[in-house]
């Protein structure tokens, strides 16, 4: 009896320890991990576009389509940080999320008409939406290309609705308070906090647009 209780001991301080650093792998590790994959990728696309500066073609190409799994973006919100910045990448499959914001592929591309749509984990793998719920009506929303500034302007949410509503991502989003066509952004992220049975939604338009050459919009100046 004594040689079980002591192996059922043992046993529960094995499990103790490995759910512990299960824990601290999800809440820190996973977070370290992303930082350093989101900064690496911030700095490609950065030198990306410094090496495509070329003098302006009298016909400009039409723009590449985007690549399933590759950042083409980076976004800044200041209500989260002046120091807050993710890269966009296409898709919204797991790997993708795991290295940034991603695109819902199958809404408009970036400034164009229609709804430019966007998921974030909201905690794990960097937290990029933990702060989600503190955004608010006429926070800025800020995107580059490398060749364009676009500046969304939000203007309903947090929304709280179920994961089946697709609907929040369609052209003109049935409850954002949408009318008609438009230049639409959407941000999306998981709630509760540590949960997924629920989405937040942000909807904002396209404020204005400005290109890089003329520096960085008003919204990302201190």
Not at 6 to 23: K, Q
Not at 47 to 71: E, I, M, V
Request: contains cysteine; aromatic residues 10%.
């Amino acid at each position: 009896m004594r040689v079980i209780v002591r192996t059922f001991s043992e046993l529960c301080i094995t499990v103790g320890a490995l759910i512990v650093l299960f824990v601290a792998y999800v809440l820190f590790w996973t977070g370290i991990q992303a930082d350093r994959v989101m900064g690496a990728q911030i700095d490609d696309l950065h030198d990306q576009w410094a090496r495509q500066q070329t003098p302006p073609a009298s016909t400009p190409a039409p723009p590449a389509p985007y690549k399933s799994g590759r950042p083409f973006a980076v976004m800044y919100i200041p209500r989260l940080g002046f120091t807050w910045n993710k890269p966009v990448l296409e898709g919204t499959g797991t790997g993708t999320l795991k290295k940034g914001l991603g695109h819902y592929s199958g809404t408009t591309r970036l400034g164009q008409v229609g709804n430019f749509s966007v998921a974030g984990h909201r905690r794990t793998y960097g937290d990029p939406f933990k702060d989600f719920p503190e955004l608010r009506r006429g926070d800025a929303v800020v995107l580059t290309d490398g060749t364009t500034w676009f500046t969304y302007r939000i203007d309903k949410g947090p929304y709280k609705t179920v994961p089946s509503d697709v609907e929040v991502i369609d052209a003109v989003p049935r409850r954002s308070g949408y009318t008609r066509p438009g230049r639409y952004l959407t941000l999306t992220t998981c709630d509760p906090e540590w949960g997924h049975s629920h989405r937040l939604i942000v909807w904002a338009h396209l404020d204005s647009t400005q290109p890089v050459e003329a520096g960085q919009p008003r919204a990302l100046r201190r």
